[in-house]
């Protein structure tokens, strides 16, 4: 398997990425967002006012402790943060996926997706992955460590996290109101990548897997612009002999993989 055909999924902390695994597709985009960037190794003490989002690079920290903790003071209460943290390693550097969940508890803080969520999906990384059909993408402490034990080397972990008790509702990927997005490559070239038998390479921590799709995928990835709803897609398949049954199954497959992925998102109201 080939690199080049392969799709590696990231966090680059762009704005669909935020509003969707933060804010859950539910904020206006109009609503002005107070953002502060602190990345590695940059001080807090000039930025005493409170912000909505924070993005946070602790991955040069030796101890990220301090920074993150003055940091989460500064987050409004139903604000977020992007937090980066270098991954182990090997000669004592860095933290786990355990350690990151406890960084944030120190910090008040609770992860609400880790980034990618399939790359923390132990099921994702057996020699036989089986189709993705979860819409939660909720961290899960002891799953996470198991698929970091599988995935191996990686050169750091980035969570969306809130505060404590504040956690976030999504918007629901199964209402047909609801508008999908894609974040990074554009439907054409996510259907390429899937190969003959609905296969679709993908790397994972520091591996290479293969992941079942819905074969209608290929057509319907192309479709998402967007502008069309969920409805509008399901409308457009079904003239294509896909019933609205078939539709649902296999869009929650497409969602859950491919949202899974931080490919495909929702896209929040005006």
Do not use: K
């Not at 597709?25 to 602190?38: D, E, I, K, N, Q």
């Not at 000669?91 to 980034?115: K, Y």
């Not at 995935?151 to 504040?166: E, K, P």
């Not at 609905?198 to 319907?220: C, D, F, H, T, Y």
Request: a negative charge; aromatic letters at 6%; proline letters at 7%.
């Amino acid at each position: 398997m080939e690199n080049v055909s392969s799709l590696i999924p990231g966090s680059a902390g762009d704005p669909r990425e935020v509003e969707y695994w933060l804010f859950g597709a539910t904020r206006l985009r109009s609503c002005p967002l107070r953002v502060l960037v602190a990345g590695a190794d940059a001080g807090v003490a000039a930025a005493q006012s409170i912000h909505d989002y924070i993005d946070c690079d602790l991955s040069a920290d030796a101890d990220p402790r301090a920074r993150l903790n003055a940091l989460a003071g500064l987050l409004a209460p139903a604000g977020g943060m992007r937090v980066v943290v270098a991954a182990p390693d090997g000669r004592g550097g860095g933290c786990d996926v355990g350690g990151l969940f406890d960084l944030l508890a120190g910090a008040g803080l609770v992860p609400v997706c880790l980034m990618v969520p399939l790359e923390y999906d132990p099921a994702c990384l057996e020699a036989d992955p089986a189709v993705c059909t979860d819409l939660d993408f909720q961290p899960d402490r002891a799953g996470a460590a198991l698929a970091e034990s599988r995935a191996g080397q990686r050169s750091f972990h980035v969570a969306y996290a809130r505060h404590a008790g504040d956690g976030v509702r999504r918007a629901d990927p199964m209402d047909v109101a609801s508008v999908p997005v894609l974040r990074d490559l554009d439907g054409f070239a996510l259907s390429r990548l899937m190969r003959p038998d609905n296969l679709l390479p993908v790397r994972l921590g520091g591996r290479e897997v293969l992941l079942p799709v819905p074969s209608q995928a290929r057509g319907l990835l192309p479709l998402i612009d967007g502008r069309r709803t969920v409805g509008e897609l399901a409308a457009i398949l079904e003239n294509r002999g896909v019933d609205a049954a078939q539709f649902r199954q296999v869009w929650r497959e497409m969602f859950a993989t491919f949202a899974g992925l931080n490919q495909l998102l929702l896209q929040a109201p005006p």
